[in-house]
C-alpha cells in the first residue's frame, strides 16, 4: 500500500535520508547522484552535473514529496529559495566525510583525545584497528581517550 506511515506533522528531517551516493568533482561544483529515501523507501533520485546549477530532483514517489515540501518549509535555512538542494547539501558532505573516514579506517586506527574535533584530523597509529592496539591506546592515553573512529564501523 502507499498511505504515509506517519501523521504529516509527526514527520521529522531524520525521516528523509539518502543512500547509493556516487560522487565526482565536477567542473564548478560536486558531481553527483543519490537516492532520497522516506521512512524506508526510495522516493526520489537527485543529480547535478557539476557545472554551477542547482540540482536535479526527479520524484518517484508524489505522496512523498508534498510531505517533503511541506517539511523544508517548517525548517531554518540560509537562503530562501532551493531549499531542497539546502536540505541534502548537508547529509552529502556528511556521507563523503563518513567514507573518507572508513576508508582510512582500513588501513590504519584513527583516534582522538578528550577536546579534539574530528574535522580537525584524527590522530593516527600505521596499524590496522585490533584489540591490541586498542589495548595499547587505552594504555598510553587512559582517560584521555575520546574515541576511536574505527570503532563506528565493526559491523
Request: proline residues 3%; contains cysteine.
Amino acid at each position: 500500500s502507499n498511505s504515509m506511515p506517519k501523521l504529516l506533522d509527526q514527520v521529522t528531517a531524520e525521516d528523509f535520508e539518502i543512500k547509493g551516493l556516487k560522487t565526482l568533482d565536477g567542473d564548478e561544483t560536486r558531481m553527483f547522484q543519490v537516492s532520497l529515501h522516506f521512512c524506508g523507501k526510495r522516493v526520489a533520485k537527485v543529480s547535478n552535473g557539476g557545472t554551477g546549477g542547482p540540482h536535479n530532483w526527479s520524484w518517484i514517489d508524489i505522496k512523498a514529496k508534498h510531505v517533503f515540501d511541506r517539511l523544508i518549509e517548517t525548517l531554518p535555512f540560509e537562503f530562501d529559495f532551493e531549499k531542497e538542494d539546502q536540505f541534502i547539501d548537508p547529509l552529502i558532505t556528511e556521507r563523503i566525510e563518513t567514507n573518507s573516514l572508513k576508508a582510512k579506517c582500513r588501513k590504519e586506527t584513527l583516534f582522538l583525545l578528550v577536546g579534539e574535533a574530528g574535522k580537525d584530523g584524527y590522530r593516527t597509529v600505521n596499524s590496522v584497528f585490533n584489540p591490541a592496539v586498542k589495548a595499547f591506546l587505552i594504555n598510553k592515553y587512559g582517560d584521555r581517550l575520546k574515541e576511536i573512529a574505527n570503532e563506528r564501523f565493526l559491523s
